[in-house]
């Protein structure tokens, strides 16, 4: 199992510009979720899905879109980049036993200047 | 929407001291999960914790849940230089995480 993989790893964008990470996560995990990293800010919640066809939105979804069209992906779209959405994404994913337990991707390092 | 409040923000031992973080929450929480992430890694799922009062101890590392379920603690005892690493306490309410701003812990050999 190669767990939660998510690329790229680092992104350079313009301000303005548009672009999806990606998330794909092999474990057949129902759950999924996008998290930003900031200095002393935690993981904050953007975006999660208890399954295939459905989203809703975490504790800072404005500026991001996402979509789940199958149990493996859970592709994060940053729509117009802006300089405050500098920081470090990680995708994880969840099953519904009794822990419960986070499964963290490697993380995407993304700059906009 | 949840808050939960960790201390110390930062912690610096000496290799052998031990170690504690909190994580405190001004209502009572379903369950709390703690996790450790390693410099330039990603956070790694530890334990979770539901009980009122639970212990639980996972080599040198023991986990506290309060008697009231508003708080929890992580102690590490004689730190060593595998420790580094910031820890995070998170709840799931509902369908969300909610996590602690995390302790940065340095062991300076």
């Known amino acids: 199992n190669a767990g939660v993989t998510q690329t790229p790893k680092f992104q350079v964008l313009k301000t303005g510009q548009s672009m999806t990470l990606q998330c794909a996560q092999d474990?057949?995990?129902?759950?999924m979720s996008w998290y930003r990293q900031d200095p002393g800010m935690g993981l904050r919640l953007i975006h999660y899905?208890?399954?295939?066809?459905?989203?809703d939105q975490g504790e800072v979804p404005n500026g991001y879109n996402v979509s789940r069209s199958t149990t493996e992906d859970f592709p994060l779209r940053l729509l117009s980049a802006a300089p405050s959405q500098t920081s470090v994404y990680f995708c994880?994913?969840?099953?519904?036993?009794?822990?419960?337990?986070?499964?963290f991707g490697q993380g995407t390092r993304l700059t906009v200047v | 929407g949840q808050q939960v409040m960790q201390i110390p923000q930062y912690q610096h031992v000496q290799e052998g001291e031990d170690f504690t973080t909190y994580c405190n929450s001004s209502?009572?929480?379903?369950?709390i999960q703690w996790y450790k992430q390693r410099p330039g890694g990603h956070p790694v799922f530890l334990i979770q914790?539901?009980?009122?009062?639970e212990v639980k101890k996972q080599k040198r590392l023991t986990f506290q849940f309060g008697e009231a379920k508003k708080n929890s603690s992580l102690h590490i005892t004689a730190t060593q230089t595998t420790d580094v690493g910031t820890y995070f306490c998170?709840?799931?309410?509902?369908?969300?995480?909610?996590f602690g701003t995390g302790t940065s812990l340095t062991v300076i050999p």
């Open positions: 994880a994913s969840s099953y519904y036993g009794d822990e419960f337990e986070a499964f």
């Open positions: 474990m057949n995990h129902e759950y």
């Open positions: 899905s208890v399954g295939a066809g459905i989203t």
């Open positions: 209502t009572t929480l379903s369950n």
């Open positions: 914790l539901v009980k009122s009062g």
């Open positions: 998170a709840l799931l309410t509902g369908n969300q995480f909610y």
